[in-house]
């Protein structure tokens, strides 16, 4: 199996600030990668899809890159309500795996 | 904007098998791809498995021989039977539109395997 690992597991950021999470596969997996966001209580919703391609309806100061290896999920300037788990999840081979989550706190 | 709603049994004992449905509104399940996610108690996302409408699925190999996806079309409805659970099973289900990229989900439900 892909291993994902995201990096860090827990941040703490003030609104406004600009907030970068990593995520690192055990192998090369183009850019089959996805992002979600998770709120306390709630269900995972999908923020970026194929690497960098921004969901229909999710704001534009989230954003993402990367291909291969090593990918960057980024928000531009931190808002109150994206207080939430955010995951990784790879799609190049089957099981499609999920990093361990990086949860964000202000 | 397709919603979908998990339900089945919260409590299951162990050794029994877990029986989920999903039930979609607001679109069609044809022409597209449905899975299974799961999620322990305080800790991170399992990909279970997917099916397309169609029929042909797809399962998570540390699942593989426990799982069976099917889908009934004329109810607009998939579900999920994970056979011989353990405590270990004990998670929330979610079901979700999208094999390989979930794009909807529904809200989850919580199953515990205890006796």
């Known amino acids: 199996d892909i291993q994902m690992t995201q990096s860090p597991s827990s941040l703490s950021a003030s609104v406004g600030d600009r907030v970068t999470i990593t995520c690192q596969a055990s192998?090369?997996?183009?850019?089959?990668l996805n992002w979600y966001q998770q709120k306390p209580g709630k269900a995972p919703k999908l923020l970026i899809y194929?690497?960098?391609n921004l969901q229909t309806g999710v704001p534009s100061r989230f954003s993402g890159s990367g291909s291969g290896t090593d990918f960057t999920f980024t928000i531009s300037s931190l808002q109150p309500e994206d207080i939430a788990t955010y995951y990784c999840?790879?799609?190049?081979?089957?099981?499609?795996?999920f990093g361990q989550g990086t949860k964000l706190e202000i | 904007q397709v919603q979908l709603q998990e339900s089945g049994p919260g409590l299951v004992k162990p050794s029994e098998t877990l029986s989920l449905t999903c039930t979609v509104s607001?679109?069609?399940?044809?022409?597209?791809?449905w899975s299974w996610i799961r999620q322990p108690p305080g800790k991170g996302l399992e990909w279970i498995g997917y099916?397309?409408?169609?029929?042909?699925?797809n399962y998570n190999p540390s699942l593989k021989s426990r799982i069976t996806i099917s889908v009934d079309t004329s109810k607009n409805q998939f579900s999920l039977k994970l056979t011989s659970v353990t405590a270990g099973d004990t998670a929330m289900y979610y079901c979700?539109?999208?094999?390989?990229?979930?794009?909807?989900w529904g809200q989850g439900t919580l199953v515990t395997v205890s006796s």
């Open positions: 979700a539109r999208g094999g390989s990229t979930c794009f909807n």
């Open positions: 607001g679109g069609s399940i044809s022409n597209y791809y």
């Open positions: 099916i397309y409408y169609s029929g042909s699925t």
């Open positions: 192998q090369d997996i183009n850019n089959y």
């Open positions: 194929d690497a960098s």
């Open positions: 999840q790879q799609y190049h081979n089957l099981p499609y795996t």
